[in-house]
Structures are given as structure tokens and as C-alpha cells.
């Protein structure tokens, strides 16, 4: 992280500091995720259920085949429900001071205030 990076995660929107690990970090973070979340869906049967869906669109006579990456979608969305409620959680660090609960936040943003 640059001093230019952190100058605009500072003063910039609410949401800029996670803005900044989202471009960072997704792409890792995906590649991490989906192995995991393959293993838990084939395990509750999920992955199963939506090949017999797929199968039975398929054998329909005008209808679209399904073609879904499964394990990405589901991945895709984890992660921007992660992300979500670490913007969420940022916002509320930016806008109440009780929410800092470290002293590195107190200092940052408490200067910011004054």
C-alpha cells in the first residue's frame, strides 16, 4: 500500500477502505474460496441437485440450457457479502467513535474529526 492509497482510504468515501481490498484482494480471495465451497455444496448434495435441474432444462424442447458456473456464482456472491459487511462494519468505524475500538483507529480517526 502506497502513501497515495492510504491518504484516499483516509479521506476518502465511507466505503474506501474497502473499496481498496476489494480490488486487491478478490481475485486471491476467489481462488481460495471456491475450492472450499465446491467441497461444501457437493456435500450437502447441492451440486447434484442442480445437474438433475440442468439435465431436465436441457431436455426441454425451447428451453435455454443452463449454463451457470455453479461454484463460481456461489463464490461470487460469498464474497460480496463479505465485502458488504466489511464496508458496512468500515462505515460504522468512520461515523462512531465507540466503533473504534482499537488505538490505531482511535488515532487515525479520531484526528480526522478535529
Do not use: C, W
Amino acid at each position: 500500500m502506497s502513501f497515495a492509497d492510504a491518504r484516499k482510504i483516509l479521506n476518502g468515501r465511507e466505503d474506501e477502505a474497502t473499496i481498496y481490498f476489494k480490488e486487491k484482494t478478490r481475485d486471491r480471495l476467489s481462488e481460495t474460496f471456491k475450492p472450499i465451497i465446491h467441497k461444501a455444496m457437493a456435500g450437502a448434495g447441492v451440486t447434484r441437485y442442480y445437474q438433475n435441474l440442468a439435465a431436465k432444462v436441457d431436455s426441454l424442447p425451447f428451453a435455454d440450457s443452463l449454463n451457470l458456473d455453479l461454484d463460481q456464482y456461489v463464490t461470487s456472491g460469498a464474497l460480496d457479502g463479505l465485502f458488504l459487511m466489511l464496508a458496512e462494519e468500515e462505515r460504522n468505524i468512520r461515523q462512531d467513535p465507540a466503533a473504534r475500538v482499537t488505538d490505531l483507529l482511535k488515532e487515525v480517526f479520531g484526528k480526522k474529526e478535529k
